[in-house]
């Protein structure tokens, strides 16, 4: 064999393992990527159906632009401002800001205390007027969001809608639609449906919040001003705080929160504001029989003044829910 064969033996093989040692190094990288990708779905996937349930955007395509906008989650914006979705600051934007590059110049973020609230956000910006025909969609429509995303304005990129979809299809992310909790009837303590119905149905959360606050020795209020009124427990709302964020702090649903202060009318928390942690009595304490209305109060107002529910409030002066209160009017609550 001569030299010249030698010689072109080696090139090929010195090629032929260049190109499996690119591989075998390529592929650790991608199943890292895969593995960050599954773990971000896993983390905010409950967050997106509650959305979902709430104002309606597909869960699918929260998460697909949090996959996509966020890097899963990894990108500077998510870390240091739990700002998932790149929106940045508006002339009415009150909460955090962050300074971030964006196309070659320093530009304003909106700043989160919690990722929760980053996605709360996102669903009010789809809520904006520009964003309506989305609405007109099927929740299961997922390629005509990701396509409708980008004809209101919501990304510049061209492939916008292609790499939502794909990002939908390849995690199968079409599926949480149908994974929203449904109301399920549990069968009677005792039954012999019951033991069934414990091996079948998923208990997403192992410790709820309503099973460890009554621990008084447990210090679950640290960071907030808290107090009892009628009995209940509740804390104060923090400058920035929304019903998801503090739904998210004690590891409660926002629902069941909004419940149990009288709120699933969507309303926004203020600064100030109480909270109750467990539902509100059907009635005030001895103390508090009577109030007079001041300038200012509502209905809302006042049940929160006295940890007495909306409803129970009209009920007992015989008023038709949401009728309007007048000032120096008598109220009974009890």
């Known amino acids: 064999m001569n030299c010249c064969k030698i010689r072109i033996m080696c090139t090929r093989f010195v090629k032929r393992w260049s190109l499996l040692l690119c591989l075998c190094m390529a592929l650790p990288v991608f199943a890292a990527k895969q593995q960050s990708y599954v773990d971000y779905i896993e983390k905010y996937r409950q967050i997106a159906l509650e959305q979902q349930k709430l104002h309606g955007i597909p869960a699918s395509i929260t998460i697909a632009q949090?996959?996509?906008?966020?890097?899963?989650?990894?990108?500077?914006?998510?870390r240091k401002a739990n700002n998932h979705f790149g929106i940045k600051c508006t002339s009415d934007w009150k909460g955090g800001t962050y300074y971030h590059e964006d196309t070659n110049k320093q530009a304003?973020?909106?700043?989160?205390?919690?990722?929760?609230?980053?996605?709360?956000?996102?669903?009010?910006?789809?809520?904006?007027?520009?964003?309506?025909?989305?609405?007109?969609?099927k929740i299961n429509d997922y390629k005509g969001w990701a396509k409708?995303?980008?004809?209101?304005?919501?990304a510049t990129d061209p492939k916008y809608p292609e790499?939502?979809?794909r990002i939908i299809e390849e995690y199968e992310l079409d599926r949480l639609v149908a994974d929203a909790p449904a109301q399920t009837k549990l069968p009677k303590k005792g039954s012999k449906d019951s033991v069934l119905a414990a091996d079948t149905i998923e208990i997403k959360e192992t410790v709820r919040f309503d099973e460890r606050a009554r621990m008084e020795d447990v210090n679950l209020y640290h960071d907030h001003e808290s107090g009892r009124q009628n009995g209940v427990r509740y804390i104060i709302a923090r400058q920035g705080e929304t019903f998801a964020s503090i739904a998210y702090d004690f590891n409660m649903r926002e629902k069941t929160l909004r419940r149990y202060n009288d709120a699933l009318d969507g309303r926004a928390l203020r600064k100030g504001d109480r909270v109750y942690l467990y539902p509100k009595r059907r009635k005030a304490d001895r103390k508090h029989?009577?109030?007079?209305?001041?300038?200012?109060?509502?209905?809302?107002s006042i049940s929160q003044k006295f940890g007495i529910r909306m409803k129970s409030l009209y009920k007992l002066n015989g008023i038709p829910q949401d009728t309007p209160l007048v000032t120096r009017q008598r109220l009974r609550l009890r």
């Open 163 to 165: 790499k939502l979809i």
């Open 148 to 154: 409708g995303l980008s004809t209101c304005g919501y």
């Open 66 to 78: 949090g996959l996509l906008e966020s890097a899963a989650g990894q990108s500077e914006l998510a």
């Open 289 to 300: 029989a009577y109030y007079y209305i001041q300038k200012g109060d509502n209905a809302w």
């Open 108 to 137: 304003c973020f909106r700043k989160y205390r919690h990722a929760v609230e980053s996605f709360e956000d996102h669903s009010k910006f789809l809520l904006r007027d520009r964003y309506k025909p989305l609405f007109q969609l």
